[in-house]
């Protein structure tokens, strides 16, 4: 299939950026839209013409690492995949296709479509994480968790950080990723005696960096896991709670 | 130099416990005082690095990927294994080390082995306590899974994803100690040499992805955890990236490099369906338990699969192995599955494929339990491939996926060179000649949480008051070699791009150094690798200049060193004259066309030293001992 595509490009950070219009022609409809691209990167260095640079790596959908708007949608127009997983064969020959990197004030240019993603790991630091050093756990079957609560304690763990939810989010806010991490973390019984220290931890910093959530609801849409907002209620639910609790010690009361 | 394995006197399962008593120790007030790099966050480097900085050394990693998470251990399906035996059924530590041994065909090092066996039920423990989601029973207790080459259910697996949950611990853990100033993480950065003073391993040199900055660390001890070599084959099922630079600057630095022949071409990924293919997509070994595996009976049989009537196909893997049938081992899969394509009995476009048929599991169980274990690998499947595997028989083919081979170390963990240490698949310590399924995630941890952390502490012991600088001599040096190694990449300015040359050397590799390999096909090889490499340097086109981004440029010094390593496997390959697990030799052979090993001649672990570049590496022999297992030919029948 033949397909025309406008791309993003930008040199660096501080550089002006603009479309450029390439055609993609005799694409597999076998192929990915990563392959696509590398296809026409190759025809960019036969031309002399430096490549389009994107991030990826795995191409299993699973590393978290490619991610672009096409035609505005993070992902693509196929829902629950990674840019990687997403086909040709679900476009039509002659198609134009808009690739622009991530839209997100938090996440600044580093070159094309590649983004600065590091507040992401700046809110895990904060307190995504269960405080337990290596050599003293406890034998593994002593803690009974049933079955349901694993899976959605999974459900919320399968996030692969990839940005779409703060990309397609209308305020630029990262509430679907920190929600699914407090949310693994804190329907475990492991994750019982920092679960409301960790999730004021991780809201600060995620509001330093990221807008606010007003429920739109576009991050679910996009997100390559399908991770359920519901995270998002459970996370406020929790960061009230924390708030409550901290009043309550603060005036002496247990 | 004569090969040290260090392996400690007394008893198999007291070697760990006399070795950790007997090692110096670094008093806890002191450890600060000493700085370690890790090179990688896989699971063995984020696991190592983690635990270091709890210890108290200050830690510096490093990682080419924007974050620590992204590492490929994050794509690891099926499970993890650990001799807990929950399930009743007869396993222990000493049955784990056993099946591994037997798995690896008896070409990997005792001690090694029972040491990760003894240290894979902590890993579970420590996992479940970072609040790593394993799948459950209804009870709320730990659920476990069959794997190839086993006769247990020792695999613990957090749906299709256990690699990604299990790094997501590590990370969580890394990240901790980020935050709390122990750890410094430097992303974007990839290494690209190994800084020796006196012979030691004391630093790196970098290269700063975004700026092109390149920079000199200095630290005490150095830990290479940098994953494996596959993506020299081009089409893999590693992530795009993955390298061997770190391990190769290491081994030309004076790190021996041992059995780099010994490959591990998964059996069941999905067929390649075209020249734009960029790389190749694993479907978890799990999947062998409930799906059974045949081609049809004659040669040429065009047929969909569901007009194939049953006494028209061939379960070739029941047939063969009875005892194991569908879960043999990966090598033994990989190639039943060649030679049945051999035959012209392939599926598929090109006749590359075989089926893996879920029509009987899901009458046995109901489409929704086979949903529930393998969904997600499903879906995959599909994405892929357009074919809905509920309704028609996945097809499959073997692909290069793991390498065996990496640096030698000894079983401290510590290469030939002083201080340099390296953990998981980056070295070659634990599989022998073929890696069992679901073990290579028991070994990154196991590596990195646990066996590292101690060991490293007998060495920096020694080195109190002997720090280094980064602006000494030796640093300038190389990160001169470097400079100057980066210049001849962009300044070639030919005509072909990277990838194109790449994928001529993958595809030498695949042909003569894949799943069979004869004494002539390796000779040209060699050969062809040399003419192709002479090519590379005068005729790669990279473009743009070092200091941006510059994504062709990276893949450019990689490929480079994957056109050495190549070289390197295939004279390894050469060398060995016998069959052992993913090591296939076409002269050597049963008459019913299995592995023949040659334990007269060929009972050790070959280490091969860097001589310089117009110069044959010198083969370097630690013998194998087996004290415990008694060596005996595999039998999966």
């Known amino acids: 299939m033949d397909l025309t595509l406008q791309v993003w490009r930008q040199a660096s950070r501080t550089a002006d950026g603009k479309f450029v219009t390439y055609e993609a022609k005799g694409i597999s409809p076998d192929a990915s839209f990563l392959e696509m691209l590398d296809v026409v990167n190759e025809e960019l260095t036969e031309r002399n013409e430096q490549p389009i640079h994107f991030e990826h790596d795995c191409r299993e959908g699973i590393c978290g690492s490619c991610g672009m708007m096409i035609n505005g949608v993070a992902h693509g127009p196929i829902g629950g995949t990674a840019t990687c997983q997403l086909h040709m064969r679900h476009f039509k020959d002659g198609d134009n296709i808009r690739v622009e990197p991530w839209r997100a004030r938090a996440f600044p240019i580093i070159k094309d479509l590649i983004v600065d993603r590091s507040p992401l790991d700046q809110i895990i630091q904060a307190g995504g994480y269960i405080s337990v050093n290596t050599g003293s756990a406890i034998e593994a079957n002593t803690l009974l968790i049933p079955k349901a609560v694993q899976e959605r304690s999974m459900d919320a763990a399968e996030c ?15 509430q679907l990723f920190t929600s699914a991490k407090v949310s693994h973390l804190g329907l475990l019984p492991q994750g019982q005696p920092e679960r409301y220290d960790r999730v004021v931890r991780m809201v600060e910093v995620m509001e330093e960096h990221f807008g606010s959530c007003t429920m739109f609801g576009e991050c679910e849409a996009v997100c390559p896991k399908e991770i359920s907002i519901d995270f998002i209620a459970r996370m406020n639910r929790d960061y009230l709670a924390a708030k409550f609790r901290t009043r309550k010690s603060e005036a002496g009361a247990t | 130099m004569t090969l040290d394995s260090k392996s400690p006197p007394g008893p198999i399962d007291k070697k760990w416990e006399y070795a950790k008593a007997h090692y110096k120790l670094v008093n806890p007030a002191n450890k600060r005082k000493y700085d370690v790099i890790v090179v990688g966050a896989g699971l063995a480097g984020a696991a190592a690095a983690a635990s270091m900085a709890e210890l108290g050394y200050n830690v510096q990693c490093f990682v080419y990927h924007d974050s620590p998470r992204r590492a490929h251990s994050i794509a690891a399906q099926g499970g993890i294994n650990a001799a807990k ?24 090092r005792e001690s090694n082995v029972y040491r990760l066996a003894q240290l894979s039920v902590n890993i579970i423990d420590q996992a479940v306590a970072q609040g790593v989601p394993f799948a459950r029973e209804y009870g709320g207790l730990l659920e476990n899974r069959s794997f190839g ?21 590590a990370f969580q853990a890394l990240e901790r100690q ?8 430097y992303p974007r950065h990839e290494m690209l040499d190994v800084v020796l003073v006196d012979g030691q391993a004391k630093g790196i040199v970098t290269r700063n992805l975004v700026t092109g900055t390149i920079t000199s660390y200095a630290a005490d001890a150095v830990v290479l955890a940098t994953g494996g070599y596959a993506n020299v084959f081009y089409l893999s099922t590693n992530a795009k990236a993955s390298n061997a630079t770190a391990i190769w600057r290491a081994y030309r630095r004076g790190a ?13 990924c999905i067929p390649q369906s075209g020249d734009f293919q960029s790389k190749l997509t694993l479907m978890s070994e799990s999947l062998r338990n409930d799906g059974r595996i045949w081609v049809p009976k004659v040669a040429g049989d065009a047929r969909r699969p569901d007009q194939i009537p049953e006494s028209e196909r061939d379960y070739y893997l029941e047939r063969k192995y009875p005892s194991f049938g569908n879960l043999a081992p990966r090598d033994i899969a990989s190639r039943g599955a060649k030679e049945v394509c051999d035959e012209g009995r392939g599926v598929g476009p090109g006749g590359r494929g075989v089926y893996l048929d879920f029509a009987d599991a899901i009458k046995r169980l109901g489409r929704s339990v086979i949903e529930e274990r393998y969904g997600n690998l499903f879906d995959m499947y599909a994405d892929i491939t357009a074919e809905n595997p509920y309704e028609t028989p996945m097809r499959i083919y073997p692909a290069p996926h793991y390498t065996m081979g990496g640096l030698w170390v000894d079983y401290n963990l510590m290469s030939t060179i002083p201080g340099l ?27 990195g949480y646990f066996v590292l952390p101690v060991t490293i502490g007998d060495y920096l012991a020694g080195q109190l008051g002997k720090k280094v600088s980064a602006d000494g001599a030796e640093f300038k040096q190389t990160q001169a070699e470097v400079e100057q190694r980066i210049g001849k990449l962009v300044g070639a300015k030919g005509k072909r791009s990277v990838d194109s040359f790449h994928k001529e050397l993958g595809n030498i590799m695949w042909e003569r150094c894949g799943m069979a390999r004869t004494a002539e096909g390796l000779k040209s090889a060699i050969a062809d690798i040399r003419v192709l490499r002479d090519q590379y340097w005068r005729d790669v086109r990279v473009l743009g200049t070092n200091e941006e981004p510059n994504q062709a440029l990276e893949r450019a010094g990689r490929v480079a060193d994957f056109f050495d390593l190549g070289e390197l496997m295939c004279i390894d390959a050469l060398a060995r004259e016998e069959s052992a697990g993913g090591h296939f030799r076409v002269e050597y052979q049963t008459a019913d066309g299995e592995a023949k090993r040659n334990d007269d001649d060929f009972l050790y672990a070959s280490a091969w030293q860097f001589k310089g570049d117009n110069a044959a590496p010198e083969l370097h022999k630690e013998a194998l001992v087996y004290e415990e297992v008694k060596l005996a030919t595999r039998s999966y029948k």
Request: hydrophobic content about 30%.
């Open chain 2, 256 to 268: 021996y490099f041992a059995n780099p022949c010994y490959t591990q071409i998964h059996p069941t």
């Open chain 2, 178 to 185: 980020i935050g709390l100033g122990r750890v410094k993480m």
């Open chain 2, 85 to 108: 035996n929950y399930q009743n059924d007869g396993d222990s530590i000493y049955r784990l080390f056993y099946d591994t041994v037997k798995g690896g065909d008896y070409r990997s």
């Open chain 1, 160 to 174: 692969i950080q990839c940005g779409a939810c703060v990309a397609q989010c209308p305020n630029g806010a990262a």
């Open chain 2, 149 to 169: 080459g086993v006769q247990v259910s020792r695999t613990f697996y957090a749906r299709g994803q256990t690699g990604q949950q299990l790094l997501l611990g």
């Open chain 2, 421 to 447: 240490y390296v953990g998981g698949e980056a070295n070659f310590s634990d599989h022998g000649a073929n890696r069992l399924g679901a073990s290579a995630l028991m070994q990154g941890l196991a590596d």
